[in-house]
């Protein structure tokens, strides 16, 4: 499975961006992710959605800002960010879990296959 973040780049506090995840390969119709890492700091969930869609989760610090979706049929993850934050600069990386279970959606560990990252950086 091969994936390919992009969307990323410099935006104002306030301020929307939206990332896209493309996918190769048949085990991408799995359990997606976002997952960040700001600097300095360890990887953290962002969301995740499930292949039918059924499924969503957010971290609570991106609750009612980010929409995480997904486009089966194009092989294409999405996540809306909006109403940025100087705290949600970070690299994103989109990712693929196998054999995920609901409970575990937020665990990094859970995940087989990354994406390179994207930079999203917000200024004040």
């Known amino acids: 499975v091969q994936l390919q973040a992009s969307g990323g780049g410099l935006v104002q506090a306030g301020g929307s961006v939206r990332l896209s995840c493309a996918g190769a390969?048949?085990?991408?119709?799995?359990?997606m992710a976002w997952f960040r890492r700001a600097p300095g700091k360890n990887r953290d969930f962002v969301a995740s959605?499930?292949?039918?869609?059924?499924?969503?989760k957010y971290a609570d610090s991106v609750k009612g800002r980010f929409t995480i979706s997904r486009d089966t049929a194009k092989n294409m993850v999405y996540l809306q960010m909006n109403s940025l934050k100087p705290e949600d600069t970070a690299v994103y990386y989109c990712?693929?879990?196998?054999?995920?279970?609901?409970?575990?959606?937020?665990?990094?560990?859970?995940?087989?296959?990354w994406g390179q990252g994207t930079l999203v950086t917000v200024s004040s």
């Open positions: 990712a693929v879990g196998l054999r995920v279970i609901t409970s575990a959606a937020s665990d990094e560990k859970a995940y087989d296959f």
């Open positions: 390969g048949r085990a991408f119709s799995r359990y």
């Open positions: 959605i499930s292949w039918t869609g059924s499924s969503i």
